[in-house]
């Protein structure tokens, strides 16, 4: 990839989950935060329209309020479109960069793993970029870009939950051009 930025970081020893080995990185961190709790779908409306109820406002609050340095060097965000992730992030929004820029992607909400991974593979930019959207597909993503065992990763596998915040380091894409990442911390409400 022409003008990336090589950097080098610690991989983790599964057992221990301490500094083992060093593996090539791009420098780049990729964020995924899952829509927080929503209401169910009322009679005649859309899965698409559905809305956070309390526990998902008060949920994307918390984690908001605990993103601190986690979330300052976020310069770009895609959300789905959907109105529970729109409204997920205009709670999570000022634990972020103010100059972050903001774009909406009907793909996050119908396309699934693919349209996530084209997004992470078109950003060049130097700072963070966070996907907001939708389970199963953060899951399907997470387990096919981090292959490496992590204690995160373990945790993962239990379920990623509503208002889920997901941290994966950028790994230098594979020989067969897949987007390969180490998923470093999950961070829940």
């Given amino acids: 990839m022409q003008g990336a930025t090589y950097a ?9 989950d301490m500094p083992y080995r060093r593996i090539m990185t791009f420098g780049q961190t990729i964020h995924i935060l899952r829509h927080a709790h929503s209401s169910w779908a009322v009679p005649g409306q859309r899965d698409h329209q559905r809305v956070l109820d309390d526990r998902g406002r008060k949920d994307a609050a918390r984690l908001a309020a605990s993103l601190g ?3 300052s060097r976020i310069e770009r965000v895609v959300c789905s479109t959907a109105v529970r992730a729109r409204q997920t992030l205009d709670l999570v929004r000022k634990a972020l960069p103010p100059s972050a820029e903001v774009r909406f992607s009907d793909d996050l909400y119908a396309l699934g793993a693919k349209a996530y991974e084209a997004e992470i593979r078109s950003h060049s930019g130097s700072g963070d970029l966070l996907l907001v959207g939708h389970n199963p597909t953060i899951e399907d993503l997470v387990f096919q870009l981090c292959e490496t065992e992590s ?4 945790e993962a596998r239990a379920g990623v939950g509503t208002a889920n915040w997901l941290v994966i380091d950028r790994e230098a894409d594979g020989a067969e051009g897949t987007t390969r990442g180490v998923l470093r911390t999950i961070l829940r409400p």
Avoid: I, S, Y
């Fill in 151 to 154: 204690a995160a990763l373990r």
């Fill in 8 to 16: 080098f970081r610690p991989n983790l020893d599964p057992a221990t």
């Fill in 69 to 71: 340095e986690t979330a």
